[in-house]
């Protein structure tokens, strides 16, 4: 057998072997919390169902150095709380130099059972006007 032949021997075993650890990494995933709802810009707009007590958690991108940050605009304390005196903001390795991707997180743990709306807002705090974005998510309490 030629070296080049082993080479793309060793290369396919390789790559199937990877494949396998991928597909096995996949079904094994541990049972996800059902009193905990994570939702991201795709719910943008939909009904959230949360049981009660439970937890809720917004993840939204937001774009280091530029000065928007997300803020908390709409939420009914009778139905929801907000967990911090603000979001948390995951700034991963190497993400920190300006314009670089971020994720902003809200987590809010359910009150009492009813129906209510969370709202955010992606602006600059110092100026006036419109939001650069808004993010708003119906939430269902059973």
């Known amino acids: 057998m030629t070296s ?3 080479v793309v021997a060793a290369l396919t075993v390789a790559v ?3 494949v396998l650890v991928c597909a096995c990494a996949q079904h094994a995933e541990p049972q996800a919390d ?3 709802v994570v939702v991201d810009e795709t719910a943008n707009g939909t009904t959230v169902t949360l049981p009660d007590p439970g937890e809720l958690v ?3 991108p937001a774009v280091s150095g530029t000065g928007y940050t997300w803020t908390t605009t709409s939420l ?6 907000e967990t911090a005196p603000g979001p948390v903001t995951d700034t991963p390795t190497g993400s920190s130099i300006p314009g670089s991707t971020t994720t902003t997180a809200f987590t809010f743990l359910t009150r009492t059972p009813g129906t209510t709306e969370v ?4 602006r600059r705090p110092w100026e006036p006007g419109p939001p650069e974005k808004v993010f708003h998510v119906q939430v269902t309490i059973t």
């Not at 009914?76 to 709380?81: E, G, I, K, N, Q």
Request: no cysteine.
């Open 4 to 6: 080049r032949r082993r």
């Open 34 to 36: 059902p009193s905990r």
């Open 119 to 122: 709202e955010v807002q992606y």
């Open 16 to 18: 199937i072997t990877g």
């Open 58 to 60: 917004v993840r939204l």
């Open 76 to 81: 009914d304390h009778r139905f929801l709380a």
